[in-house]
């Protein structure tokens, strides 16, 4: 199992920026995709920022030039940068690490989602 540690959200205004930080304990070498994802009031939860563990990102185009992903070198930490925030950008934000383990000498493989507990980001005009 893995497990995934949020922190950074907050309270700023328009224009100011933000960095969050997930930290995954457990089977973190299994990690081999980690992110972000967001769910607003009243919608549904949706991706924000992925990077692999080839250091491969991805990119809402609602933040593509603003937000910025990042991995430490040993796939147990990664964060989001994130500059320009707007009002639109207030949710909750959630860590994300999708992971793979091969079970037996034939190479099945298990894959599993894991996701932090949530940090609210809030940004006002």
């Known amino acids: 199992q893995v497990q995934l540690v949020e922190s950074g959200g907050g309270l700023v205004r328009q224009g100011e920026s933000l960095r969050l930080s997930c930290v995954a304990s457990?089977?973190?070498?299994?990690?081999?995709?980690m992110g972000w994802f967001r769910q607003a009031p009243g919608e549904e939860r949706e991706l924000v920022a992925t990077?692999?563990?080839?250091?491969?990102?991805k990119y809402a185009n609602s933040v593509k030039g603003r937000f910025t992903i990042s991995r430490d070198s040993g796939r147990n930490t990664w964060h989001l940068q994130m500059n320009s925030l707007n009002p639109e950008d207030t949710a909750v934000y959630y860590c994300?690490?999708?992971?793979?383990?091969?079970?037996?000498?034939?190479?099945?493989?298990?894959?599993?989602?894991?996701w932090g507990q949530g940090t609210q980001v809030t940004v006002y005009s």
């Open positions: 990077i692999t563990s080839g250091g491969a990102t």
């Open positions: 457990g089977r973190r070498l299994s990690i081999n995709t």
């Open positions: 994300y690490a999708h992971s793979e383990i091969v079970v037996n000498v034939e190479g099945a493989r298990h894959e599993f989602d894991s």
